[in-house]
């Protein structure tokens, strides 16, 4: 992990303005971009995960990570339930437009945590317990973007799909 630099990490965490990320799709942000919050809030199936309740939880791994990179304590993520914080019961623009600037806030603290972040430290463990070494957690988050992404990106079309197939349907009727 030593041979890794900042520019890498970086890399991984935020592509250069105008590029795709390294797995060749949108950011966790980007790919909210013209999300509405009826579309963030619909759900494919019982039991499964909306776009919402994906960005929350992209938005609170990202705090988390951050809080093993800060050399001082930083506050309590801002929802509850902090790992999976659930949306409200009924779609909100407003509420919908504060959770993305919350995940885009976090963002760019992870960003500034990485940029000021000691490099020798990366292939040692944090001592809040986690098994895994700084470099570890900031490639994992980076990992954790892209999978959440690619979902967000799916649901994304099948919203779509499942809109267009329901007015479809109505107009034969």
């Not at 980007?30 to 994906?54: D, F």
């Not at 980076?142 to 479809?168: N, V, W």
């Amino acid at each position: 992990m030593s041979t890794l630099d900042r520019g890498l990490l970086l890399w991984n965490i935020q592509p250069s303005p105008g590029s795709r990320g390294w797995h060749g799709g949108p950011t966790p942000v980007g790919a909210l971009r013209g999300v509405t919050a009826r579309q963030a809030a619909w759900v494919p199936a019982p039991g499964r995960k909306s776009i919402w309740q994906l960005a929350l939880h992209i938005a609170y791994w990202k705090y988390a990570v951050r809080r093993h990179l800060e050399p001082t304590a930083i506050p309590r993520f801002p929802r509850r339930p902090a790992n999976w914080p659930a949306p409200p019961a009924r779609p909100d623009e407003e509420q919908w437009a504060q959770d993305v600037a919350l995940l885009k806030s976090e963002h760019e603290h992870l960003v500034a945590a990485v940029r000021r972040f000691r490099l020798r430290r990366l292939g040692t463990i944090p001592p809040a317990g986690v098994r895994w070494t700084y470099g570890e957690l900031i490639l994992g988050i980076a990992a954790h973007d892209a999978y959440h992404t690619g979902q967000i990106q799916l649901l994304k079309r099948l919203y779509r799909g499942g809109t267009r197939a329901r007015s479809t349907t109505r107009k034969r009727s």
